[in-house]
T-cell receptor, first 115, second 111 residues
Framework: GAVVSQHPSWVICKSGTSVKIECRSL??????MFWYRQFPKQSLMLMAT?????????EQGVEKDKFLINHASLTLSTLTVTSAHPEDSSFYIC???????????FGPGTRLLVL | GESVGLHLPTLSVQEGDNSIINCAYS??????FIWYKQESGKGPQFIID?????DKRQGQRVTVLLNKTVKHLSLQIAATQPGDSAVYFC??????????FGPGTRLSVLP
């Protein structure tokens, strides 16, 4: 299957700082990328959907000024958690899809711990 | 909206037995389905997919069955191994829209 990478895999930061997470599709062009958040023992919660070159579409309850998403190229999307607080600590997973109607492939996830 | 699970159902099977994981999907018009496997601390991994014009698809040790009449999807794992222990999610898709994920089932393989 297609490969999606995320960087970093782990990040620990102080409260109030911003953290950027990168998501890359390594062997295909991702017209659409998705960002999820996952709490322990729970399912995936979609945060936002981004199409290359367009503004991201955020799910209800997700603050777009808090979670900045940039999808500047067909292989890279970034999620920036601004002014992170301990409640933002979570497992963030990106996913990418080449063409609508095709499979969605996930990155390995980034675990964020805000102290 | 997207599915948000609360407490995951758990399936425990003996090593070497066959596992059957079930999923009820929500939209009768969904035309594409995927099963994902998520191990602890990792992102979901694509296992197998099936389109609505099929009712069965086989992979290596895995089989997906689709019953559109009752909107039911199942994943069968043959000769379950310890490495199969994970959370399994089904996902449904309609006409290229965003996938909707099920709450997940935790598979525990007993020695």
């Amino acid at each position: 299957g297609a490969v999606v990478s995320q960087h970093p895999s782990w990040v620990i930061c102080k409260s109030g700082t911003s953290v950027k997470i990168e998501c890359r599709s390594l062997d295909f062009q991702a017209t659409t990328m998705f960002w999820y958040r996952q709490f322990p023992k729970q399912s995936l919660m979609l945060m936002a959907t981004s199409n290359e070159g367009s503004k991201a579409t955020y799910e209800q309850g997700v603050e777009k000024d808090k979670f900045l998403i940039n999808h500047a190229s067909l292989t890279l999307s970034t999620l920036t958690v601004t002014s992170a607080h301990p409640e933002d600590s979570s497992f963030y997973i990106c996913s990418a899809r080449g063409v609508a109607g095709e499979a969605q492939y996930f990155g390995p996830g980034t675990r964020l711990l805000v102290l | 909206g997207e599915s948000v699970g609360l407490h995951l159902p758990t399936l425990s099977v003996q090593e070497g037995d066959n596992s059957i994981i079930n999923c009820a999907y929500s939209n009768s018009a969904s035309d594409y389905f995927i099963w994902y496997k998520q191990e602890s601390g990792k992102g979901p991994q694509f296992i197998i997919d099936i389109r609505s014009n099929m009712d069965k698809r086989q992979g290596q040790r895995v089989t997906v069955l689709l019953n559109k009449t009752v909107k039911h999807l199942s994943l069968q794992i043959a000769a379950t191994q310890p490495g199969d222990s994970a959370v399994y999610f089904c996902a449904e898709n309609l006409l290229g829209q965003n996938f909707v994920f099920g709450p997940g089932t935790r598979l525990s393989v007993l020695p």
